[in-house]
């Protein structure tokens, strides 16, 4: 089981380095994230992932950042939550990498929302990673 935690480990850590990179389609500034416990991501043809995932799965983490996959950019979407251009913005919108169902279909796979978290790196967001890993990942290893 040990080989399952390492190779897990080095998956997240290539996907933070190399692959989300290549992924982002825009990043976004909100006039504030009040908003994203009552999206429904599939209206735009995207998925949630990231601190907003975290949230929904463990009930825990109040999101500073929102993050959604999809094959592009829905410009209702953007109008909708009243989102503008900003690097530096706290909304981003990576393309979708996969090509399997989740068990909800809204929200993107566990294993990518743990690897998120671990990209942000920020306490608050460690936190939440251990008990995702804990409480639902952990599992895979046994």
């Known amino acids: 089981m040990v ?19 290549k992924l982002v389609l825009g990043r976004y500034k909100a006039e504030g994230l009040d908003w994203w416990e009552k999206v429904d991501p599939l209206k735009y043809g995207l998925t949630m992932g990231g601190e907003g995932a975290a949230a929904r ?12 996959f999809g094959e592009k950019v829905d410009p209702r979407f953007l109008i909708d939550h009243r989102l503008r ?3 530096g913005g706290e909304v981003e919108i990576l393309r979708r990498f996969w090509n399997f169902d989740n068990k909800d279909p809204a929200m ?16 608050r967001c460690l ?3 251990k008990r995702i890993y804990d409480g639902i990942l952990a599992q895979f290893n046994r």
Do not use: C
């Not at 190779?7 to 850590?13: G, I, P, S, T």
């Not at 799965?57 to 959604?68: D, E, I, S």
């Open 57 to 68: 799965l463990t009930h825990y983490l109040r999101p500073g950042t929102l993050t959604f």
């Open 127 to 129: 936190d939440t990673a």
């Open 85 to 87: 251009t900003d690097p």
């Open 108 to 123: 993107t796979p566990t294993l990518l929302v743990y690897a998120d978290l671990l990209a942000i790196g920020d306490a």
């Open 3 to 21: 080989q399952a935690e390492r190779l897990l480990q080095q998956w997240v850590e290539a996907y933070a380095r190399t692959l989300r990179p």
